[in-house]
C-alpha cells in the first residue's frame, strides 16, 4: 500500500467537501467577479454563509454554513430545501408573497427585486433564530454564475447577527 495520498490525488473526492459544494471556490468567485455593487470587506468563519439555487423552484437554500446554523439554532435538515423567507417570522411559517408581519414591506420588495433581478443587496432585515427570538440580521445577497452560460445559477448570502431587535 501506497502512503504518499498526493502520487494518487485526493484521498477520497468529497472528503473534505461534504456538501459538494467548493465554498473556496464559490468565495473566490465572488472576489473576483465583474462589476462588484458591494464590497464585503474580510469574510471569516463566524459569517454565516448560504447558498441558495436559483433554478429552483422558491430559490431553496442548498447550503448553509455551520456559523450560520449555530446563529440561527437550526440544524443543517432544518434549513436545505426552504426559501430563506422562513426566518423572517418565528417559527418559519412563511408563504411565498403573503404579507409579513414582522418585517415591513419595503424590505421585503427590496430583497425580492434582488433576488428576481439577480442584483447584489446590502440590507438589515428583522429574522428570527428557531427559538423564537429576534434579531436584525445585516444581510448580503450576491448573485453567482456558475458555468460558461454567464447566467446566475445561486445566489449566496452572508449572514451577521447586528443585534437583538427591539419589540
Known amino acids: 500500500m501506497d502512503s504518499n495520498p498526493s502520487r494518487f490525488g485526493v484521498f477520497h473526492s468529497g472528503l473534505y467537501a461534504p456538501s ?67 426566518l423572517q417570522a418565528p417559527g418559519g411559517n412563511v408563504l411565498p408573497k403573503s404579507p409579513r408581519k414582522y418585517v415591513d414591506k419595503d424590505t421585503v420588495k427590496k430583497i425580492r427585486k434582488a433576488v428576481d433581478k439577480n442584483q447584489e443587496l446590502q440590507i438589515e432585515v428583522v429574522n428570527f433564530k428557531k427559538s423564537g427570538k429576534k434579531f436584525i440580521n445585516c444581510l448580503t445577497i450576491i448573485p453567482i454564475s456558475w458555468g460558461c452560460d454567464g447566467e446566475f445559477n445561486y445566489s449566496v448570502g452572508f449572514m451577521v447577527a447586528k443585534k437583538p431587535a427591539k419589540d
Open 20 to 86: 459538494q459544494f467548493n465554498i473556496m471556490n464559490i468565495m473566490a468567485h465572488i472576489y473576483e467577479r465583474p462589476n462588484k455593487q458591494v464590497d464585503l470587506g474580510p469574510v471569516d468563519d463566524k459569517c454565516g454563509i448560504i447558498l441558495c439555487d436559483l433554478k429552483q423552484p422558491d430559490e431553496p437554500i442548498v447550503y448553509a454554513s455551520p456559523a450560520f446554523l449555530k446563529a440561527t439554532g437550526y440544524d443543517l435538515g432544518d434549513v436545505l430545501g426552504l426559501n430563506c423567507r422562513f
